[in-house]
């Protein structure tokens, strides 16, 4: 079993940059893929980015090159820099851990980029 606890979530202007940070524990942290997904109001919940245990990294079209994926297998934390964010970035983002057939949610954090 791994827990992820998501923060660094806020209030931004258009433009504006946020870094998200998710913590894992209970389990070893650098066996899993870690993915970042959202979900606004009355929509579905979509990936944003991915990277694997070995460092590889997917994004969606959406936020290619404003958000980067990164993990610390030190601190057993992953991260997503978003910058230039837009309002359409608004959304709740979660973390998520997966290896084979296990995944593992964290509680999601608040992004509302509005000026």
């Known amino acids: 079993q791994v827990q992820l606890v998501e923060s660094g979530g806020g209030l931004v202007q258009p433009g504006g940059s946020l870094r998200l940070s998710c913590a894992a524990s209970g389990s070893i942290f650098v066996i899993y893929t870690m993915d970042w997904y959202r979900q606004a109001p009355g929509k579905q919940r979509e990936l944003v980015a991915s990277i694997s245990s070995g460092g590889s990294t997917n994004y969606a079209d959406s936020v290619k090159g404003r958000f980067t994926i990164s993990r610390d297998n030190v601190k057993n934390t992953v991260y997503l820099q978003m910058n230039s964010l837009k309002p359409e970035d608004t959304a709740v983002y979660y973390c998520?851990?997966?290896?084979?057939?296990?995944?593992?949610w964290g509680q999601g954090t608040q992004v509302t980029v509005s000026s």
């Open positions: 998520n851990a997966k290896r084979g057939s296990f995944s593992s």
